[in-house]
């Protein structure tokens, strides 16, 4: 590589001076420090020509300064939209809980199995939609396909308010569940290919603090439908519950249109220096150029085959069902002997709860950087309410103090240990975006698996106050859930995935493959002995590289130069 090709990128990386290392097998952990991330940079990468073309006039502290400026700009345009979408998600798909209460299965004259069907047959369409969603994003413009579903799903919601039959509320149950699906997923991948491993955590959470929020105002905003325009124009007010969700949904919607970002390549509110930072603030916490060509079916064939996403997807499986509960939590309040209103609006004290729990939980994992207790504390709580709930043997109207104090701990320990697992996970699996877009669908489709099986056993047991007289039914199994999961985290080797975990806030170093051919004169080779490890070769004329999961096994004398820290 020759002198006048790397001067602006060495002076971009000017505050450690190139230096070389000698790194050999089993001392990788020495020699490196223990919180550095290793990025291996191929020739004809985008990343270097990026850096070369936008960045080499630049200064460091301008370059930082831009950091900081696009963080607060994807804080609003993206994270906060987000949110409100994704609230709108989950008012939709949790609002049939509250029609329930509100009359539905009267008025259609449903019965139990009717009822369970129709809820089976949303979360069914849910895991079906996930992985083939975010399959297709990855090449695609989030901008324009995440509302376009959310303005279509919101159509559906309001279709719901006009169905006659059981049959016809099946069928709308299933097709808002093939386009609710792609929401969740896709916004969690497209917040993992902005913000880097220190930033993921907090806003994956305050991203997942959105359903319980939607939760929790559900049963105030249906208490003040049906407390109003009840009958209103011959509608009932299950049916207003939901024209007010999809018409609410719709309009959010064409407004997202012109909010959301798409990937940092290619983001129309950017100029060019700003993407260049937005890319190298990636690129420098593992995440490959969002332009790489791998190809989706190559990514899915990368998820499918890395062990990591494997052992999430059970952790994450079992987390769920656990927090399933929230699809009956109104008739679970219904139980208590309070009228109807009251009803709609004691449910909603335990999620505002789970909100603030669920932030806290995430920062203190951020901070600890250790992921594995902030998921078990909260399996333990929730597996304490269901004891609770399952042990009480008063009739329907005592007990009531107990029964609701189980209620909180169900749905703030169900809850509050999401998004640290979804965190971690995508601060684990790191990688071509079309990889990683399949692994959070995956990860993330095995928490709708877990509802696919509720069935009328739970909503009878819960609406007739027969859990004491039916212990060996659905609720023990739902607390099996929170229970085994308890187990999980301090059973897997997490040493390995705390290694890839570790480097949140350290200094980033890359190996430039041809520097390191024009300086020794060969080529850079790695050999990675250990068995958890591939072995990975490099040579100058390589092709785009893959990002690998720890440093271990280093055979050559590699050069280290060193990114800013962002």
Not at 110 to 120: D, E, I, P
Not at 312 to 327: D, K
Request: glycine share 8%.
């Amino acid at each position: 590589m020759s002198e006048k090709i790397t001067t602006p990128f060495l002076k971009l990386c000017r505050h450690l001076s190139p230096k070389v290392r000698n790194v050999q097998n089993g001392t990788a952990e020495k020699s490196i420090p223990p919180e550095s991330l290793i990025v291996v940079l191929h020739d004809g990468g985008r990343v270097g020509d990026v850096i070369r073309r936008e960045l080499q006039d630049i200064s460091e502290e301008k370059i930082l300064s831009i950091a900081k400026r696009i963080k607060r700009l994807l804080d609003v345009c993206l994270v906060s939209m987000a949110w409100i979408m994704f609230a709108l998600n989950s008012f939709d798909r949790s609002s049939l809980g509250n029609a329930k209460v509100m009359g539905l299965q009267k008025d259609l004259d449903m019965n139990s199995n009717q009822y369970g069907l129709a809820m089976m047959l949303l979360f069914i369409a849910y895991v079906m939609a996930q992985v083939p969603s975010n399959y297709y994003l990855a090449e695609g413009r989030p901008s324009i396909y995440l509302p376009a579903v959310m303005a279509l799903w919101g159509c559906v919601c309001t279709a719901t308010a006009f169905v006659t039959t059981p049959s016809q509320l099946s069928v709308v149950r299933f097709f808002l569940g093939l386009l609710e699906a792609p929401f969740c997923v896709g916004c969690l991948f497209l917040i993992s290919s902005w913000y880097t491993r220190t930033e993921l955590g907090l806003r994956s959470a305050i991203l997942l603090t959105a359903p319980m929020t939607a939760n929790a105002f559900s049963g105030l905003i249906a208490f003040g439908i049906y407390d109003t325009i009840d009958g209103a124009r011959g509608l009932e007010a299950w049916r207003w519950l939901f024209i007010v969700g999809g018409v609410c949904t719709v309009f959010v919607a064409c407004a997202s249109f012109y909010v959301l970002p798409d990937f940092p390549s290619n983001t129309r509110y950017l100029s060019e220096k700003e993407i260049a930072v937005a890319q190298l603030r990636m690129i420098a916490n593992g995440v490959q150029d969002d332009k790489s060509d791998y190809g989706r079916w190559r990514g899915l064939v990368m998820a499918v085959s890395r062990w990591q996403v494997w052992v999430f997807t059970g952790m994450f499986l079992l987390l769920a069902i656990g927090a399933s509960v929230h699809n009956f939590l109104p008739s679970v309040v219904k139980t208590l002997g309070f009228s109807r209103n009251t009803t709609l609006w004691m449910t909603a004290p335990p999620y505002l709860i789970g909100v603030v729990v669920t932030i806290a939980n995430s920062l203190c994992a951020d901070r600890h950087r250790n992921a594995c207790p902030h998921v078990v504390a909260p399996a333990a709580l929730a597996m304490l309410g269901f004891l609770l709930f399952l042990l009480d043997q008063s009739s329907t109207r005592s007990g009531v103090g107990v029964r609701y104090t189980a209620a909180f701990l169900m749905i703030v320990g169900g809850h509050s240990g999401y998004p640290v697992v979804l965190s971690w996970a995508q601060k684990t699996i790191r990688g071509p975006k079309e990889m990683r877009a399949c692994a959070i669908a995956i990860i993330n489709a095995s928490g709708s698996i877990s509802q696919v099986s509720r069935n009328k056993s739970t909503t009878d047991l819960f609406a007739q106050g027969e859990i004491a007289r039916n212990s060996q039914r659905r609720p023990s199994i739902q607390g099996q859930g929170p229970g085994v999961h308890l187990y999980t985290p301090l059973c897997i080797p997490h040493r390995h995935i705390r290694t890839v975990s570790k480097p949140m806030g350290a200094k980033v170093y890359t190996i430039d493959v041809l520097e390191y051919h024009a300086r020794t004169g060969s080529d850079f080779t790695c050999d990675l002995h250990a068995p958890s490890n591939p072995c990975l070769k490099f040579r100058s004329d390589a092709k785009p590289v893959e990002f690998f999961d720890e440093i271990g096994g280093w055979r050559a004398n590699p050069l280290l130069i060193s990114f800013p820290v962002f």
